[in-house]
C-alpha cells in the first residue's frame, strides 16, 4: 500500500524503532474487550483505579494492554483486551513481549560490569577497542561514554535499513515494502553499523543535547564481544539476565516468540490501515538495541537489582544516572543516563526506560527510592492520524496511557509517596 508523495515527505522523519513509546487507533469493540485484574490490596496506593485505567486504554483503541504495579512488596497485576483482534483471545498479564529499546538498559549494565572489572573504560575512545568498525579520528574522537549516551553523534541506522518507510533514497512514495522485506532477514550488526557510520553525521562527538541513535547499542554489542570473547547476547544472558534471576526474559533465535504472547499491530501513522501484525519478525534488524522479549514482571525485577545495586557497583549506577538531554527519534527531548532516561513525575524522580518494535510499545519505570514499580505494555504502535504539516495529531490512546502511567506510577491523584 502506498501513500502520496507528499504524505511520504511528511513521514520522512518519523521511523522511530525503541525510542520511546510511539503513537491511527485500531478500531476494537469494547464488547470483545476483557478485564484481569487482581484484586486490590492494601497498600498498593491507586490500585482500585488501575483496572479502569487499563480499560479506557483498550476502550481508546489499543487491541491490548497488560501491567503489573510494585509497591513496597505488594504486587498488582493486570489485563485489557484482546491478545488477538481476529479470534478474541484476551491478553493475560504474564504474556511475554517484545519490549524494543528496554533492551539498552541490559546492555549498558552489560558495558557497566566490564567497567568494574577494569576491561572496559568509559572514556576511553571506541576505536582502541574496535579500530576496524570505527577508525581513523572518529573513532579516536567517540568515547565509550557517548555511545551510552547517545552524544557520538552517529546517526540512526534505521532509516536506511527501511528505506522504503521514509520514501528515501529513491523511491517516489512511501510503502510498507521494507517491513515486510526485512521480516526475514538476516542483518549482520556489522551491516547496521556500516549504514549508521556512513550517513552523515547527526552531531559532533560529545555535544549536547544529543541523539539518540540505535547504531550507538550495536556498537556496543561488538564492543562486549571484544573484551568477553562470547557473543553480546550470550554475555548478558548469563550475567545480566542470570544474574537478575529473570526466567522469562531473553534474546529470540528466530522470528517467532515462544510462550504465550499477542500479535503485534502496527499502523505507522495510517500508512497500514488496518494495522498489521509484526509479531513474527526476525530482530536481527535491532540486536542488542531493542530485541529482547520479557514479561513485565521480569521488568519489574531487573529494575529492583539494578537500582538496588546488585547488577553492577554503586559507582557505576551513579554513572548510569548522569543525564545530559538528548533528542529522541520522534523529536522529543529526554534527560538520559547510561542506557537509563530519567523521568519527573508529581510523585517523584523514577528511573527506566521505554521501547518500541513494530507493533509493540513497553515502558517500565522504578521509582528513585525502589518502592514504586510500572511497567506496561501494548501491542499496537504509531495510532496518531498525521496532519497537514506532518506532526501526529493527539488521540484518545495518548490521554488514556498517560493517565494510567499516572495512576500506576504516583496512585490515586492527590497522594504523595509515604516516607522512605
Known sequence: MTKSTTKAKRLRLMVRAGAGAGAVALSVSASTGTIAAAAPKPGIDGAAGLGTALEGVHRAGVPGVFAQVRDSGLTWRGASGVADVATGR????????????????????????????????????????????????????????????????IPDYIPYAFPSLQGFPSLPDMSSRSLDENRFRQFAPEELIELGLSAPPAGEPGAVPGVYSNTNYLLLGRLLERVTGATAEAYITRDVIGRAGLR?????????????????????????????????????????????????????????????????????LAEMQRTVPVRALDGSAIQYGLGLHRVETRCGTFWGHDGTVWGAGTISLTRADGRRQMSVAVNLQRWNVIDASGRPQPHPIDAALSSLYDRAMCGAPGTRPAPA
Open 248 to 316: 522469562e526474559t531473553s534474546f529470540p533465535t528466530g522470528p517467532w516468540i515462544e510462550g504465550p504472547h499477542a500479535r503485534m499491530y502496527e499502523a505507522f501513522y495510517g500508512l497500514l490501515d488496518p494495522p498489521r501484525d509484526y509479531s513474527v519478525y526476525n530482530m536481527s534488524w535491532t540486536g542488542t538495541g531493542a530485541a529482547l522479549v520479557s514479561t513485565m514482571d521480569d521488568l519489574n525485577r531487573f529494575y529492583a537489582a539494578l537500582l538496588d545495586g546488585g547488577l553492577v557497583s554503586r559507582s557505576s
Open 90 to 153: 484476551p491478553v493475560t498479564p504474564g504474556m511475554r513481549q517484545r519490549v524494543g529499546s528496554v533492551t539498552k538498559t541490559f546492555t549498558a549494565a552489560a558495558v557497566l560490569q566490564q567497567v568494574d572489572r577494569g576491561r572496559i573504560r568509559l572514556d576511553a575512545p571506541i576505536g582502541d577497542y574496535l579500530p576496524e568498525l570505527v577508525p581513523g579520528e572518529r573513532g579516536r574522537r567517540i568515547t565509550v561514554r557517548m555511545l551510552l549516551n547517545h552524544t557520538s553523534g
